[in-house]
Nanobody, 120 residues
Framework: VQLQASGGGLVQAGGSLRLSCAAS?????MGWFRQAPGKEREFVAS????????KYLDSVKGRFSIARDNAKNAVYLQMDSLKSEDTAVYYC?????????????????WGQGTQVTVSS
């Protein structure tokens, strides 16, 4: 399975971006992660196959929203009220577990990443 992430860019603080990720095959649980320079990759949000279950990093709750379209094998991340600390490369990933998980080590396939830069 291949993943293609898109939608990153440069935005001012307080602005919005919508990331998209399309999978070449059927996906199960899907997640978004990010990695800032010099830092470890961290969990941002995940969504179950049905879309009924979602998890978020505490610092993005109320600002970010994850959604999916199973007909397109796609997952989205709507990011509002962006802050400079959200600057990172954002990755989408697939986890074939039946449990919604947050550790990068649990995810099976990864996209190439898309850069999000928030200027203050």
């Amino acid at each position: 399975v291949q993943l293609q992430a898109s939608g990153g860019g440069l935005v001012q603080a307080g602005g919005s971006l919508r990331l998209s990720c399309a999978a070449s095959g059927r996906a199960f649980n899907m997640g978004w992660f990010r990695q800032a320079p010099g830092k470890e990759r961290e969990f941002v949000a995940s969504i179950s196959w049905s879309g009924d279950s979602k998890k978020y990093l505490d610092s993005v709750k109320g600002r970010f929203s994850i959604a999916r379209d199973n007909a397109k094998n796609a997952v989205y991340l709507q990011m509002d009220s962006l802050k400079s600390e959200d600057t990172a490369v954002y990755y989408c990933a697939i986890d074939y577990s039946r449990v919604l998980r947050t550790s990068p080590a649990d995810y099976d396939y990864w996209g190439q990443g898309t850069q999000v830069t928030v200027s203050s």
